[in-house]
């Protein structure tokens, strides 16, 4: 789960009506994470898998987005979509790493769609 000494969040806020997420770490780091890249980069095991060659690449997510976000204990959160995804728990670390390297994830994103013939939507 989350390790005391990861930095704690310490603004998480819903902008550009529910199709963002800002999250502000204690140690200075600010990320504004798109509802889509959230949804394709789910921690559930209905996008992650069992294992890394079981990642499932989730097309028509251009326009989804967050309607709920519910505290799990004080190390994660929930995101409700509104295509009706809510199965991943957002723990602080993971979002920390989604924020660093958003480049290059959802750089990853748009070549397996493009190399399936898939679109965002």
Not at 16 to 33: K, M, Y
């Amino acid at each position: 789960m989350s390790n005391p000494s990861d930095p704690w969040p310490t603004e998480l806020r819903l902008v550009q009506d529910r199709h963002a997420l800002v999250i502000t770490f204690e140690d200075g780091p600010s990320f504004t994470l798109p509802a889509e890249y959230l949804r394709v980069e789910s921690p559930s095991a209905e996008v992650q898998g069992h294992a890394p060659h079981e990642k499932q690449t989730v097309p028509g997510k251009r326009a989804v987005r967050i309607v709920e976000v519910d505290p799990v204990g004080a190390y994660a959160v929930r995101l409700v979509f509104d295509d009706g995804h809510q199965t991943g728990l957002y723990a602080w670390p993971y979002l920390r790493t989604l924020g660093e390297e958003q480049e290059e994830r959802f750089g990853r994103y748009l070549e397996s769609l493009k190399e399936q013939g898939l679109s965002r939507g």
